[in-house]
């Protein structure tokens, strides 16, 4: 049983995970900017949601 496996372009695939790590530290930023400027109510409210999401 001889199984061809597929080609991969590792080019290709390191650019993609390039990507993926500049989206990830985008997104951290502007998650770190809402905390910091959202009012602790607001914050509190979204983290609770979130929890009740996980928890529940």
Known sequence: MN???PKIDLEELKKAK?????????FLDRY???IK????SK???SKRA???TKTG
């Not at 390039?18 to 985008?26: G, K, Q, Y």
């Not at 400027?37 to 602790?40: C, G, M, S």
């Open 43 to 45: 914050w509190s409210h």
């Open 3 to 5: 199984k061809r496996l």
């Open 32 to 34: 770190a900017s809402w």
């Open 50 to 52: 979130l929890i009740n």
């Open 18 to 26: 390039e990507e993926n790590f500049r989206e990830r530290l985008e």
């Open 37 to 40: 400027n959202a009012n602790n």
